[in-house]
T-cell receptor
C-alpha cells in the first residue's frame, strides 16, 4: 500500500511568486491535513480537508489556501510568497473514523525555500 | 495556542539510558498519540493511548496518560543512537477530529 506522496520534494521560489504543493493520500483515506514546520515555530496546523470540504483551519493568512479533489488528492497554494514562508510543508492523511483514534500518516514533505 | 506542550524541549543522553518525555494538554481528549520525526522527514506514528487507558507498551516504548492532570509521558528504555529524533505528542479532541501537535522534544542519544 503506497504511503502519502508529496510533490515536489524541494523547490525554490522568489518572493512574490506563488506555489502549489500536491499531496496524494493513502488509498481509502478521506481526511487530508497540511502542516507547516519551521525551526522557530514548530509544527503548525494549516488546514484539514474531508470529502472536498475544508473542515478545520489554522491561524494562517488568506495567502494560504487549499483544496481537495473527489479522489481525496489535495493541493495547497501559497500566493505572494514571503521569505518567512520558507519551511517544510507536511501533508498527512487518515481514515477519519469518529472515535476510532485515527492514526495520522505523514508524507515526506515539500521543502520550500523563498529567496 | 498548541494543545500539546512537550517537556523538555531537548534531551541528551547516553546510549543505553532511558529517555522520558512529557506532554501536557489543555482540554478533554479522545486519545493522545506520540510521533517521531527524523531530521527533515515526515512524522511516524509510534503509539496511541485512549482517554480510558492509563498505560500502554510497545516494544521499548511505554506511554502513560493521566487525564486528571492532563498529561502524558513517553518512556524509551535502553535508548539507541537510532532513537535520535524529535518526538511529538498529538491530541485528538473529544469535540471533533482536529488533531493538534505540540512543539516536540528533541532527543539526542550519544553512542
Amino acid at each position: 500500500k503506497a504511503g502519502v506522496t508529496q510533490t515536489p520534494r524541494y523547490l525554490i521560489k522568489t518572493r512574490g511568486q506563488q506555489v502549489t504543493l500536491s499531496c496524494s493520500p493513502i488509498s481509502g483515506h478521506r481526511s487530508v491535513s497540511w502542516y507547516q514546520q519551521t525551526p522557530g515555530q514548530g509544527l503548525q496546523f494549516l488546514f484539514e480537508y474531508f470529502s472536498e470540504t475544508q473542515r478545520n483551519k489554522g491561524n494562517f493568512p488568506g495567502r494560504f489556501s487549499g483544496r481537495q479533489f473527489s479522489n481525496s488528492r489535495s493541493e495547497m497554494n501559497v500566493s505572494t510568497l514571503e521569505l518567512g514562508d520558507s519551511a517544510l510543508y507536511l501533508c498527512a492523511s487518515s481514515l477519519d473514523i469518529r472515535g476510532a483514534g485515527n492514526t495520522i500518516y505523514f508524507g515526506e514533505g515539500s521543502w520550500l525555500t523563498v529567496v | 495556542s498548541q494543545q500539546g506542550e512537550e517537556d523538555p524541549q531537548a534531551l541528551s543522553i547516553q546510549e543505553g539510558e532511558n529517555a522520558t518525555m512529557n506532554c501536557s494538554y489543555k482540554t478533554s481528549i479522545n486519545n493522545l498519540q506520540w510521533y517521531r520525526q527524523n531530521s527533515g522527514r515526515g512524522l511516524v506514528h509510534l503509539i496511541l493511548i485512549r482517554s480510558n487507558e492509563r498505560e500502554k507498551h510497545s516494544g521499548r516504548l511505554r506511554v502513560t496518560l493521566d487525564t486528571s492532570k492532563k498529561s502524558s509521558s513517553l518512556l524509551i528504555t535502553a535508548s539507541r543512537a537510532a532513537d535520535t529524533a524529535s518526538y511529538f505528542c498529538a491530541t485528538e479532541g473529544s469535540g471533533g477530529f482536529k488533531t493538534i501537535f505540540g512543539a516536540g522534544t528533541r532527543l539526542f542519544v550519544k553512542a
